[in-house]
């Protein structure tokens, strides 16, 4: 493709994402920011059960396969042990803010020296599309038929404002990939976000927000639509 630059982080391998999944976006965006960094020979990263699962065959580094929701404790042991290298966590939001919540807030609590890339796209994706902690309330799902309900299901967690309460969480920050303007923002953060980590700041995150057309049940554009309509703004 004409004017499209090839990074060294990723290999050819073709990706197993469903049509219009923004998980291949965020691969770039991460491979990218490693590759500016210099760190490609130093990266380290962590991926549990989810859509990211075969995510070692797309990235050219060190990958570490934890169990559900666990990566956060993996990375803490990988940064501990090697304090040199760049490690970050590749977590969806069933996992990040499921399973793994424990995890996930008390590594930004003790403010372990990791970065946490969460793609939030409101939705179990792999697993069969059961309601997640991020599902907006109205949205159906497997598991809410009729839409999520406020009044039995409470409201979705909005895991950035929850853990930049914490002092151990140097930087945190939300991005969305549903143009290119905002994927351009996106990079940025991602980048920021691994620079304060190799300078030994402590905790950080890149929240995603990201689409999942099949799960959803829309077309790849009109997931577009949506996310940029019903996701931002909450």
Same mark, same amino acid.
């Given at each position: 493709?004409?004017?499209?630059?090839?990074?060294?982080?990723?290999?050819?391998? %073709?990706?197993?994402?469903?049509?219009?999944?923004? @998980?291949?976006?965020?691969?770039?965006?991460?491979?990218?920011?490693?590759?500016?960094?210099?760190?490609? +020979?130093?990266?380290?990263? #962590?991926?549990?059960?989810?859509?990211? *699962?075969?995510?070692?065959? !797309?990235?050219?580094? +060190?990958? !570490?396969?934890?169990?559900?929701?666990?990566?956060?404790? *993996?990375?803490?042991?990988?940064?501990?042990?090697? %304090?040199?290298?760049?490690?970050?966590?590749?977590?969806? +939001?069933? +996992?990040?803010?499921?399973?793994?919540?424990?995890?996930? *807030? @008390?590594?930004?609590?003790?403010?372990?020296?990791?970065?946490?890339?969460?793609?939030?796209?409101?939705?179990?994706? $792999?697993?069969? /599309?059961?309601?997640?902690?991020?599902?907006?309330?109205?949205?159906?799902?497997?598991?809410? %038929?009729? /839409?999520?309900?406020?009044?039995?299901?409470?409201?979705?967690?909005?895991?950035?404002? $929850?853990?930049?309460?914490?002092?151990? =969480?140097? !930087?945190?920050?939300? *991005?969305?990939?549903?143009?290119?303007?905002? #994927?351009?923002?996106?990079?940025?953060?991602?980048?920021? =976000? &691994?620079?304060?980590? $190799?300078?030994?700041?402590? &905790?950080?995150?890149?929240?995603?927000?990201?689409?999942?057309?099949?799960?959803?049940?829309?077309?790849?554009?009109?997931?577009?639509?949506?996310?940029?309509?019903? $996701?931002?703004?909450?």
């Amino acid at each position: 493709m004409a004017g499209f630059k090839k990074t060294s982080m990723l290999t050819d391998a %073709p990706m197993h994402y469903c049509p219009g999944c923004t @998980h291949g976006i965020a691969h770039r965006l991460v491979a990218e920011a490693i590759e500016e960094l210099g760190m490609q +020979d130093k990266a380290v990263g #962590v991926v549990p059960v989810g859509c990211a *699962v075969f995510a070692y065959n !797309y990235f050219n580094c +060190d990958i !570490y396969q934890a169990a559900h929701g666990r990566a956060p404790a *993996v990375a803490t042991g990988a940064k501990r042990v090697h %304090p040199e290298n760049l490690v970050f966590t590749y977590q969806g +939001d069933g +996992d990040l803010a499921s399973i793994g919540t424990a995890e996930i *807030v @008390h590594a930004a609590a003790r403010g372990e020296n990791i970065t946490a890339i969460f793609i939030n796209n409101a939705i179990y994706g $792999m697993t069969g /599309g059961q309601m997640a902690p991020t599902t907006l309330v109205g949205q159906v799902t497997t598991t809410s %038929p009729y /839409g999520r309900n406020r009044d039995t299901q409470g409201a979705p967690v909005r895991m950035s404002e $929850m853990l930049a309460q914490l002092e151990g =969480a140097y !930087y945190i920050e939300r *991005v969305s990939l549903h143009d290119t303007a905002n #994927v351009l923002k996106a990079k940025k953060a991602v980048k920021k =976000a &691994f620079q304060y980590q $190799m300078e030994g700041k402590g &905790f950080t995150m890149v929240e995603l927000l990201s689409t999942c057309p099949s799960n959803w049940g829309m077309s790849p554009l009109d997931s577009v639509s949506w996310l940029k309509e019903n $996701m931002i703004s909450y």
